[in-house]
């Protein structure tokens, strides 16, 4: 009989991968993830785990109930509001759903996709894993852009909604996305 601890660990072994961008020509704002969790990879949509608070909090700063639309509309509202989607990693091993077991990353070119955006004038992070590594990729260009380092949507990262709320309202700021 194998013990547990014998066992091949398969998951560990498979290199995880982002979505696609979610942008156009009238991006305005980019918001960057780390790297999708399992939920998320699982379902083929950006913050899928039901617990993940992005869609609320986003649907909040937007004006709009995001959560109840179907993904492909959420992402179509996104757009219509000049708000792009994308992680800062390619592809990494992991474990799980935590950023704490992100190993031998390769990152996207947040530079070159910045650079294809002509209306972008902010960048924010979900999550401090996203910020640390995304500020380190973008390097000098980060000074172009307004950037925000927002708390996690994850449920892993256990600030109260009302906290996370305010720092992501922030966003209303200069970049009038509020519904119109």
Request: aromatic content about 8%; charged content about 20%; glycine content about 6%.
């Amino acid at each position: 009989m194998n013990s547990p601890a014998f066992l091949p660990d398969h998951a560990a072994d498979a290199r995880k991968r982002c979505f696609d961008p979610v942008v156009d020509a009238n991006t305005r704002l980019l918001i960057l993830g780390s790297l999708p969790g399992e939920k998320s990879l699982a379902h083929s949509q950006y913050y899928a785990h039901p617990q993940n608070k992005f869609w609320m909090l986003l649907g909040e700063v937007l004006g709009v109930e995001l959560k109840s639309l179907p993904y492909v509309e959420r992402l179509a509202t996104l757009l219509a509001h000049g708000v792009g989607l994308w992680d800062v990693v390619a592809q990494a091993q992991r474990t799980g759903s935590l950023d704490s077991n992100i190993r031998a990353r390769d990152d996207n070119d947040l530079v070159a996709l910045a650079a294809s955006l002509p209306q972008l004038q902010t960048i924010a992070f979900n999550g401090g894993t996203a910020a640390k590594l995304g500020i380190k990729v973008l390097g000098e260009h980060a000074q172009r852009y307004r950037i925000v380092s927002l708390p996690s949507s994850s449920p892993a990262y256990t600030l109260a909604y009302a906290q996370k709320l305010q720092a992501w309202l922030s966003l209303r700021g200069q970049q009038e996305l509020a519904a119109r």
